[in-house]
């Protein structure tokens, strides 16, 4: 069993940047995939970027791609989605799942967070 908590998100302009935090607690982090989805009002959740277990392989969205980049730190337990250059489009609640496997598929992650609010204004 693992719990996740998310941090890092808030009102930011287009143009600005955020890190989000995956802080883990529980079992060894290193064991699980880690993904980031984000769910807009009225919208699916939909897949961000995931990162593998151990070495991390990351893995981002065409439409994010060269803007957001997820990246982990196991002595720390935590994983990473630095985001740069965002947009209006990308608010959202930012959600990390934790799995067995590095999917762009929410249902393969066993565990979530409560997500953090990332609002970006015009």
């Known amino acids: 069993q693992v719990q996740l908590v998310e941090s890092g998100g808030g009102l930011v302009q287009a143009g600005g940047s955020l890190r989000l935090s995956c802080s883990a607690s529980g079992r060894t982090f290193n064991d699980y995939a880690v993904g980031w989805f984000r769910q807009a009002p009225g919208k699916e959740r939909e897949f961000v970027a995931s990162?593998?277990?151990?070495?991390?392989?990351?893995y981002t969205r065409d439409s994010v791609k060269g803007r957001f980049t997820i990246s982990r730190d196991n002595a720390n337990n935590t994983v990473y989605l630095q985001m740069v250059n965002l947009k209006v489009e990308d608010t959202a609640v930012y959600y990390c799942g934790a799995g067995q496997v590095a999917t762009t598929d929410r249902r393969r992650y066993a565990y979530w967070g409560q997500g953090t609010q990332v609002t970006v204004s015009s």
């Open positions: 990162i593998t277990r151990g070495d991390g392989y990351p």
